[in-house]
């Protein structure tokens, strides 16, 4: 019974690469108990060239909402009359990529020293055989490299030096071989699951480079939504003849009320035969999401008058269209998945795809894509979403892997978005990306990596010309113990 994701996180990397890493911890018997540690520490210098809309981080565009028009009026002898009148229209909006805040893409150039897609950690677990149960617990520890957490920024050191602790793995087990699991606690998710743990990133960077926090996004909204790890309790059946079954509840979205909990499952096939080794699957998940109504904001209009002379003043109006009540919303988010790996003779492939409504955004955060997370969409519209990613590696004979990939995700535009920014203004979102790498054993421990990546970005927030590119270069090491 492996119930340590961390582990599996490895697992899934060694057998894409080929790699010597060991995925066993540091075993310390201790009476009825056998007390496992273990863990990764990972380091990469990074290069990221921004262009497009992620260099400006702005774009102008979009549909009039505020019209302005002066009109100046002259006093003679008790009589006021219009000397001039002149009216102006704003002729666009200015939409933001995000605020310019600290922390986001704001040069056309970031170097960065941090952690990769797996941040550090290291993980304390336990594990006994009681009363015919096979009962264990798991709690790990996640950390960065650099000295800037998610809200501090990404470009230096903060002098006293700040980075934030995530605990992503808290759970209990129990089961037996004959029926099964049951896992309460905090974990990765199982939608999504195989996606990331099939990525060759996993033991690099990926995309998301030069920007906060203390991970970047491997494949995150450019080929997968994320796990996440969420509280839940999940039940995963026993293995039988490779095939195995699994389903959790779990906490709802971030951005979702607690009204409604998230369900997801799958199902997986795992096969080795004639050196040849892979696993199938297919998945779902599926939450109810709902938003509170918003009333009706009437027009508005304001007038900053200031006197020109002792006979002439000027009337500044300002008129702020009216905002229609916004009904509240109740539907499904949901998505499947399904994927395929196989190795054999050195070589590794991966294929995934996944298809679903009203999870993710076509916003980015800083450099972030939301289109990778969990998160219901609040429109009255259904908003489909949808992307995969194809993946080779090879390991040569001197026991360098060397691999490539493909991948996109996309959230396509809705009749409110047309509305927001006019048809000729909405376009379907697209975060495509070719990723490149090297990953060299000197160890069975410790790995040199090296990857280039090549981020587009089209239609941000469904903004049609909202584009932009990343280019990463990232050298570092990865050790697991």
Do not use: C
């Amino acid at each position: 019974m492996n119930n340590n994701k961390l582990k599996l996180a490895v697992a899934g990397a060694v057998l894409a690469f080929g790699s010597q890493a060991a995925n066993a911890g540091i075993i310390i018997p201790a009476g009825d108990w056998t007390v496992d540690l273990s863990g990764n520490m990972n380091t990469f210098y990074s290069n990221t060239d921004f262009n497009g809309s992620f260099s400006r981080n702005e774009v102008t565009g979009g549909s009039v909402a505020t019209s302005t028009f002066t009109n100046i009026y002259s006093v003679t002898a008790g009589t006021t009359s219009i000397t001039l009148g002149a009216g102006t229209a704003v002729a666009a909006t200015t939409k933001s990529l995000t605020a310019r805040a600290v922390g986001s893409p704001l040069t056309k150039n970031a170097n960065q020293i941090s952690t990769g897609l797996l941040p550090s950690a290291i993980g304390i677990g336990a594990k006994t055989r009681q009363n015919d149960l096979d009962v264990a617990i798991q709690t790990t520890f996640f950390v960065g490299a650099n000295s800037s957490s998610a809200g501090s920024g990404a470009y230096g050191a903060s002098g006293a030096g700040n980075n934030s602790l995530n605990i992503r793995q808290a759970f209990l087990s129990f089961g037996d071989k004959s029926w099964g699991t049951i896992k309460m606690g905090r974990d990765l998710g199982t939608f999504g699951s195989d996606a990331i743990l099939s990525d060759m990133t996993l033991l690099g960077v990926g995309t998301g480079a030069g920007g906060a926090g203390n991970s970047t996004l491997g494949r995150i909204g450019s080929g997968y939504l994320y796990a996440d790890w969420v509280g839940q309790i999940q039940y995963q059946s026993p293995n039988f003849s490779g095939f195995q079954v699994q389903g959790a509840i779990r906490e709802p979205w971030a951005n979702s009320t607690n009204g409604q909990l998230g369900y997801e499952g799958k199902a997986t096939f795992d096969f080795n035969a004639n050196d040849v080794s892979g696993r199938i699957w297919v998945g779902g998940i599926q939450q109810e999401i709902s938003t509170t109504a918003t009333a009706a904001v009437a027009a508005k209009e304001t007038v900053v008058r200031s006197a020109t002379s002792a006979s002439t003043y000027t009337d500044v109006t300002t008129q702020t269209a009216a905002v229609a009540a916004v009904n509240s919303v109740k539907k499904d988010a949901r998505a499947f998945d399904v994927g395929a790996k196989i190795s054999f003779a050195g070589l590794g492939l991966v294929g995934y795809y996944y298809d679903g409504q009203n999870i993710g955004s076509a916003g980015v955060s800083g450099n972030t894509p939301l289109s990778g997370l969990f998160l219901g969409d609040s429109g009255s519209a259904d908003r489909d979403v949808k992307g995969g990613y194809v993946q080779a590696t090879y390991k040569l004979p001197v026991g360098t892997t060397v691999g490539a990939s493909w991948g996109i995700s996309k959230v396509q535009q809705t009749a409110a978005d047309r509305t927001a920014y006019t048809a000729a203004l909405t376009g379907d979102y697209e975060n495509e990306s070719w990723i490149v790498g090297a990953y060299h054993p000197i160890t069975k421990h410790l790995n040199l990596v090296g990857e280039y990546t090549n981020t587009e970005y089209q239609n941000v927030s469904n903004f049609k010309g909202y584009d932009g590119k990343a280019k990463t270069f990232s050298l570092g090491a990865i050790l697991f113990f």
